[in-house]
Structure formats: C-alpha cells, structure tokens
C-alpha cells in the first residue's frame, strides 16, 4: 500500500509541475489542483499508514495500550483541502477573468506587466 | 496567569472586519471604521510589544492542552516587535486607504479584507507551531489575492495571474516540507521540534525538509532566483495596497526564514552557505534591476529584492552582531518600503503617471512635500544618520570580523547601486523640467483634492517618517531591543521553556498497566 501510494503521489507531483510549465491558463489551474492533491496525500502517508486501529483509549485505561493510527495528518490533510478549495476556486474565477479581459489564455502574451 | 493579551493583535483585526462588513454597503462608514479598528490594533501591539521588550518570552496554548498536542502562541522580542511594526504599518495604509481608494473598491469589500490581511500578518508573527504558520499564511496569501486583483484592470489580472501561481506553488512546497518533517519528527510545534531536530541523527532527511522550507519561504521573500513574480505584480495595485504589500507580505517570509531556521536547521554549515550565497546574488541582482527600471513601483520593487538579500545575508552568517544587523534591516525595511510606495502613490496624484519620463518638477511645485520624500529616499539609501545606515554598519561589521568578504563587498555595491537607482528617480521625478504629457495631465487630481484629503493622503507619510527618523536619531534603543533579539534567536533554551515548561512527559508511569 505504501509503495501504491509513494508512486501516486510522485506522479501528482510530476503532472502538476508539468501542466504548470505548460502555456495554456487551463493547464495551470489543473497542474495547481494536481499539485496540491500530491502535497495532501503525501502528508497521509508519512503520517503512517495503519488499518482499522482507531485512536480511542478503552474505558478501563489511561494511556493507549496498542499501536494506533495518529490522526493528526488527518486532520492537517482535512485543513489543507480545505483551504486549497478556497484557493482553486478563487484561482478558476481569475483565470477566467484574466481570460476575459486579457483576450489570451497563453501565458506568453501575458507580458506587459514585466516590461521596463 | 495566563497572558491572553498575546492573541489580542489578531483578535482585533478579526473583530474589525466582522464589525466592518455589516456596514458592507456604506463606505463613508468603512473608512472610519477601518481606522478606528487599525488604531485599536496598533495598541494592543505596542502593549504587546513593550512587554516583550523586557526580555520575558509569552506563550498561549489554546484550550489549555499544553505543548506540543495542542495550538500555540509564542510572543518573544522579535515578534512583538514585527507586530508592531505591522500595526503601524497598516495603520498607516489604512489612513492613506480612507483617503484614497474610490467608493467602486470600498463597496467591493476593500478594508474587511485589509483587516483579514492584518490579522494574517500578525497570526504568522505569533504562530508557535508550523502547521499554524502555514494557515496564516494562507490567510494572508488569500487576502492579499483579493486586494491585488480588486478592480479587475487588466494589468492587475495579469499581474494576479503570476502571483497567484508562484505563492500558490510556495504554499504546496512548504506544506511538502511540513509533511516530510512530521514524517520525520512526529511534531508541528516548533519548540518540541527544535528539542528533536538537534537530537536526531537522521541529518539527510532533515536537510530534505530545510531545502523545501527555504524554496517555499524564498519564493514568499522574493529572494534570488524566485523572486520573478514580485516586479511583475507589485506595481499593478493601487499604491495603498502595493504599500502594504511591499512593506510587509516579503517581510514575513524572511521573518519566517529567521524563526523556522534559527530553531530548526540552522546548525547546518550547509544552509549557511546556501543562504549567504543567495543573499549576494539578491542583493546584487535585485540592485541593477532596480536601475534599469522606468516606473518608479518598479524601480521599488527590485528595491525590496535587493534589501531581502541584506536580512538573508545577517541570518547566514549568524553571529549575535549580524542577527543584531538583519532584524535591525528588517524592521527598517518594514517602515521605509511602505513608505516608498505611499509616496509613489502621491506622486501619481501630483503628475497622473508612474513612468518617470512623464515626472518632473515636483520640487519646484511642491518644495516642502519633496523634502519629506527625500528623507526617506536617503534613508532607504542608508545615509547616515537615518535609519538605513546603522543595520548596514553592524552587517559590514560583522562580515569583516568573520572574513565573509563576498558580503562586505555586495553590500557597498547594493548599497552604492541602491544609491544610483534613487538619484535617477530624484533626478526624473523632482528636479527634471516638466514633461507635458497628455494622458497624464488628465489623470492629474491633486489639485482638485479638498485640504482634508490632502492631510489625510499626507499624514500616514508623516508618520512613517517620523518612525523612520526615530530610529535613525534613537538608534541605540533599537539596537538594545535588537540585541536582545539576536541572543533570543542564538539562544533557544529561552523560547523552549516559554513553550514546554514541563520538558518531561505528562504521562505518569503508575498509571500505564
């Protein structure tokens, strides 16, 4: 499983930086999604991966008496998606924007912001 | 006792802008507003920040679960005094914001979202724990996305285009490295880290981490080689908003870089390296940008490139002179550069263009107003004795004492570069006969300004400058805070036991079966 998930994520990661140095605004946008869903499964996986050993401590003790999944990668990973929802939507709508008023979706053409 | 105050400069810029959007519809209302709710903020910093100043470290553990399981908050000398600054800082954009942003903006949700920015600034400033960081600074990279693209002209979306992409892209490096370090270390909060970090033997890894902090902060900082989409950007905005982006959003990822790297990684010769070689190239890079410029944002812009590479510079080298240098640059740079831009923007109104070819005859029209801008530019310059000159004394010095020549040498070049780069635009915009231009005269409207938005427009100006002055002519109660700074971040002990006064575990062992 892990091996699955190490390779899944390495892919991402390849596919977004890919679609990000591609010219086309669409691209990027994906390449951005494609990026982030790397950065979030990765932050599952090195937080180990373990099955069906839930963090609760049985009534009868005080501490934990077995291995158990940590579940604070899950709760980062649950912070992250979140916050990069806010941030992909709010990056579609400019692109379309940018779209719009630029008359181009090639980020070539976008450069009279960097001239003298 | 607990020291709730800490939290308090974030906790007011929330309730500002909670308290500004029911008044979403009314301007005239939200401009007050804004100040009042900056003014309220500005002083619940400065009464953070004297307090730190004694040299006693604050920490807030939210919900009381104690470090490292739950949230934290950590005011040392260093934050109080960014937090402060910010404050200032944005006090300051506020007043010139109240003044200057048209009511088409204002009804679009302007200051709520300067308020939001404000407390992201502050949040990063105040995160004990890196997880926390990475979440303010998304809500500050959120924020700032809104006021840069805000208005929709065409060259603000297609600067928004490539500082959307590259902070978005920062964002997911830093949080990569997030994830390789808890994979690691099993923690998020930096004190537990630091405790870690120098205990483990597992040093690869760990420079795997600080090497995805460095390009995910150094992109944030702008500094050599990823530095791209700040001139391409910065100078779209309206001035108020470039003010406050120049003057603080590089700011908290050099501030970053110093927090993050002076508990966790600095040990490292590897990453001293690393930093004083990119803090050369910053610095020289940044400079001649600066001179082949003709808009004067821009010529700021490349500006705030080159003085990153100063900070940088003082972190690699790392001894307590050049900490003293790079957190003295750092609050100088804070005041000067918001200032710069707040005065590009007056400048704007006087002659209706940034391009300094359509400047001209400013000193002439305006002889007391372009001494104030002068004050600043020699000050941004470094001339001595404002503010500018003591941090590049103390890098100077302590670059020649530790035989880091390359750095002396960038620095006097930055410095005399810098220097040429402000004659230009003094020359271009101030002493140059006027150039008629006709698109420019028309968007000329200083004069049809009415007194009082004429000292509103000027005020945040004056303040500023006074703060920069205070610093150049008190210089020595500066350097006593910075010193005391330079050995907090030497010395981690201090900031650990703020955090984790029990370093021992909680657990009692009668009670494990």
């Not at chain 2, 001179?291 to 490139?305: E, P, T």
């Not at chain 2, 002889?367 to 004394?393: C, D, E, N, R």
């Amino acid at each position: 499983m892990e091996i699955l998930l190490a390779v899944t994520i390495g892919l991402l990661y390849a596919a977004g930086i890919f679609l990000i140095l591609r010219r086309s605004l669409v691209r990027l946008i994906i390449g951005l999604v494609l990026l982030g869903n790397g950065a979030n499964l990765l932050i599952f996986l090195l937080g180990r991966i373990s099955k069906g050993q839930p963090p609760i401590i049985p009534e009868e003790s005080k501490v934990f008496l077995d291995a158990y999944a940590d579940p604070i990668p899950q709760a980062l990973i649950l912070t992250a998606i979140v916050i990069s929802f806010g941030l992909q939507a709010y990056a579609i709508i400019l692109v379309k924007r940018a779209y719009r008023v630029v008359k181009t979706d090639d980020i070539d053409n976008m450069i009279t912001t960097d001239e003298v | 006792m607990i020291p709730h105050f800490t939290i308090l400069p974030i906790l007011l810029p929330l309730l500002s802008a909670v308290v500004l959007m029911f008044f979403w519809s009314k301007p005239r209302n939200q401009r007050v507003l804004s100040v009042i709710g900056h003014g309220l903020t500005l002083m619940a910093s400065y009464y953070l920040a004297q307090k730190t100043f004694t040299g006693e470290i604050f920490s807030v553990q939210a919900g009381n679960w104690s470090a490292p399981f739950g949230i934290t908050f950590v005011a040392d000398a260093l934050s109080g005094m960014l937090v402060l600054l910010a404050s200032l800082a944005a006090f300051a954009v506020s007043i010139f914001s109240a003044a200057s942003i048209g009511n088409g903006r204002a009804s679009f949700g302007y200051f709520p979202i300067l308020q939001f920015l404000l407390m992201g600034l502050n949040g990063s400033f105040l995160a004990g724990d890196i997880f926390n960081l990475y979440v303010w600074f998304e809500v500050i990279i959120i924020s700032s996305f809104v006021l840069i693209t805000l208005g929709g002209e065409k060259a603000q979306l297609e600067g928004a285009v490539k500082y959307v992409t590259l902070n978005l892209l920062a964002s997911v490096i830093f949080l990569t490295g997030i994830a390789v370090l808890y994979g690691i270390m099993g923690s998020l909060n930096l004190a537990d880290l630091a405790v870690k970090i120098s205990a483990s033997p597992d040093k690869g890894l760990i420079n795997t981490a600080a090497i995805l902090f460095l390009v995910g902060f150094g992109i944030k900082s702008a500094i050599f080689p990823m530095y791209f989409w700040l001139p391409a950007s910065y100078h779209t905005p309206p001035a108020a908003v470039s003010a406050i982006f120049g003057g603080l959003l590089t700011k908290v990822g050099v501030y970053a870089l110093i927090r993050v790297f002076s508990l966790l990684f600095i040990e490292d010769p590897f990453i001293r390296d690393v930093f004083i070689v990119l803090a050369v190239l910053s610095m020289i890079t940044g400079a001649v940008g600066a001179i082949g410029q003709q808009n004067i944002r821009k010529v700021f812009s490349y500006l705030i490139i080159s003085h990153i590479g100063f900070m940088i510079a003082g972190l690699g080298m790392y001894s307590t002179l050049a900490l003293m240098g790079a957190v003295f640059y750092l609050f100088h740079d804070i005041l000067v550069k918001t200032n710069v831009f707040l005065i590009s923007g007056v400048i704007f109104k006087m002659r209706g263009s940034f391009r300094l070819e359509n400047l001209g005859g400013l000193y002439n029209k305006f002889p007391l107003i372009s001494i104030v801008f002068a004050i600043v530019m020699f000050s941004l310059v470094g001339t001595p004795p404002l503010s500018g000159f003591w941090p590049k004394l103390y890098l100077l010095q302590s670059s020649f004492t530790e035989g880091e020549l390359w750095i002396f040498g960038a620095i006097l070049l930055a410095s005399f570069l810098t220097l040429i780069a402000i004659v230009k635009v003094w020359l271009a915009a101030f002493w140059k006969k006027p150039v008629e231009n006709k698109i420019a005269m028309e968007r000329i409207v200083w004069h049809q300004l009415i007194p009082i938005e004429k000292f509103l427009i000027l005020l945040p100006i004056l303040i500023l400058t006074t703060a920069t002055l205070y610093i150049g002519f008190y210089a020595e109660n500066i350097s006593d805070i910075c010193k005391l700074i330079a050995e907090q971040i030497q010395d981690k002990s201090g900031y650990i036991e703020a955090v984790m006064p029990q370093i021992e575990t909680n657990i009692n062992p009668e009670n494990i079966p």
